[in-house]
């Protein structure tokens, strides 16, 4: 009998959802420099002598114009690898950036380092990254640093932890906010400062909390930031001081990989949009963080969505250090949809997000074999790094092309399985623009109701004038939109938008033909 009151009581428990099924399997990686596959040390090697090239010294390359960031993970790379003299010359790297800390506590900037000597940005978010990076140093590599330098490490961890607290990012910062966590959960553990600690456990429940309300992170979709993020939930998985915290960074690292996995496209070798935040369009030509972190998972040359040689953001690569001395726990499940698209799928998701505009931001998305598409309703942020509609395919040369609909708050994009259709987001708006990026193609391929593009004719739907269809100028185009990829034919679309809009109905439609 008693058996049978337990049974149903655990079958009780189970349906209410207190014990959670068993998570799928997990592929884990340790790594160190001797077990790097021929491809992942081409990575690290190529890394490492681009910051030091061949002939030149340690001091040489801390010059006043180099990025603190950047030259911390060099240090990281260093005594990763531990060869003839790395451990020297990483010693030299972290005096230096320990000495550039400001540390007057009456200042907003209290604990940050600086971003460079002769050009310092004030970036708040140096605390987290410098410091977190510094975590790891001290963590796996105190053994080979002098005394009196592990005593510096650790002061300039006590100041950064306490500017951080000063700060006190809120939840929705996703990839600042997770580090912020574990930074004073650390360094509070570590040293016995209660308050740091107090305080970077509770921002970590608050995070992971916000995270189940919709499980999605609050900087959607962003191929940079995502990495970070990554990152940022390993070092609660291996280092969080506490159970609670260790145990949290595993289920969010299990869910964040698959919703990651979900919305990557392998064949494309992209996310879809929308990109909440983004640096550009089409990661096979500019090195995202994320990119990075699936070049290392898959660990073919062949499949890594970044490119192949150095390019732009190349500066992203510091991250290997951080991904190397933390590992990879993906589920096996997940990795396998990194080398192989698993199929046609329609998404939608609801982000809480504090951009202006609403508070719960909705996006649809949709990925076929050979294009896909992602729109966000509800922001009303001005940014460039903001993509509120795109769409991607293949051309038959084996390039990507590209539709690109600008974060400039004018417009809200929902898509379904075949159209894009924009509204009209601002009713002060006068006209709508729509960006198209692919080889070969000419302004005379855009006529009112359909767009000849190469590999993926469009159909067209509108009652608005269009008012012209133009070639930009690159540059100007890549710094206002935040795509740092060269991008040397993009066509400009722009309708005019009337007065008396009926705002039910949408300002554009496009089908994917």
């Not at 390019?311 to 499940?333: C, D, H, W």
């Amino acid at each position: 009998m008693k058996k049978i009151v337990v049974l149903c009581i655990a079958l009780f428990l189970i349906g209410a959802g207190v014990f959670s099924a068993q998570p799928d399997a997990v592929h884990s990686k340790k790594y160190t420099y001797a077990t790097l596959s021929r491809y992942q040390k081409q990575l690290f090697e190529t890394f490492l002598a681009d910051e030091i090239p061949a002939g030149k010294q340690v001091a040489d390359v801390l010059t006043n114009r180099t990025s603190l960031r950047t030259k911390t993970r060099l240090a990281e790379a260093l005594l990763f690898r531990n060869q003839r003299g790395d451990k020297e010359n990483a010693a030299e790297i972290l005096r230096w950036i320990l000495k550039n800390q400001h540390r007057d506590e009456n200042t907003r900037i209290y604990g940050i380092w600086k971003t460079s000597i002769d050009d310092d940005k004030l970036d708040q978010n140096w605390r987290e990254f410098i410091g977190c990076d510094l975590i790891l140093i001290r963590k796996n590599f105190s053994h080979l640093l002098p005394e009196d330098l592990r005593k510096e490490i650790e002061v300039g961890l006590i100041h950064a932890a306490k500017g951080a607290l000063k700060r006190n990012v809120a939840p929705d910062y996703t990839n600042i906010s997770i580090m912020s966590a574990f930074l004073m959960a650390y360094v509070g553990t570590e040293f016995k400062l209660d308050e740091l600690r107090n305080a970077g456990q509770q921002k970590a429940r608050d995070i992971f909390n916000l995270y189940q309300k919709h499980h999605t992170f609050s900087e959607f979709n962003s191929p940079t930031y995502y990495g970070v993020t990554l990152i940022a939930i390993a070092l609660w998985r291996e280092l969080a001081p506490s159970a609670e915290m260790r145990q949290m960074g595993q289920t969010l690292e299990r869910e964040f990989w698959h919703e990651a996995a979900t919305f990557y496209h392998p064949t494309l070798q992209n996310m879809p949009g929308p990109y909440f935040r983004g640096y550009g369009m089409d990661m096979r030509k500019y090195f995202a963080i994320m990119g990075i972190w699936i070049a290392v998972a898959v660990d073919n040359e062949k499949q890594a969505p970044m490119p192949p040689a150095k390019g732009p953001k190349y500066g992203e690569m510091s991250n290997l250090a951080p991904i190397f001395a933390l590992g990879l726990s993906i589920p096996k499940a997940d990795l396998a949809a990194l080398t192989r698209f698993s199929g046609p799928r329609y998404l939608s998701r609801t982000v809480p997000n504090s951009y202006k505009g609403d508070s719960l931001k909705q996006v649809t998305a949709t990925l076929t074999d050979n294009w896909m598409m992602g729109g966000v309703w509800g922001n009303r942020r001005v940014w460039g790094q903001i993509k509120t509609g795109t769409l991607h395919w293949k051309t038959a040369d084996g390039d990507i092309g590209w539709l690109l609909v600008p974060g400039d708050g004018k417009t809200n994009v929902r898509v379904d399985k075949t159209t894009m259709s924009l509204y009209c987001a601002d009713p002060t708006t006068t006209t709508l623009t729509v960006y198209i990026g692919v080889p070969n193609v000419q302004t005379d391929a855009f006529t009112d109701t359909r767009w000849n593009l190469p590999s993926m004719p469009l159909g067209v739907r509108t009652a608005l004038r269009r008012l012209s269809v133009e070639r930009v100028d690159s540059a100007r185009f890549e710094d206002e939109w935040a795509v740092s990829e060269p991008c040397p034919n993009v066509i400009r679309v722009v309708y005019e938008v009337p007065t008396d809009l009926n705002n039910a109905m949408p300002l554009l439609e496009i089908n994917c033909l």
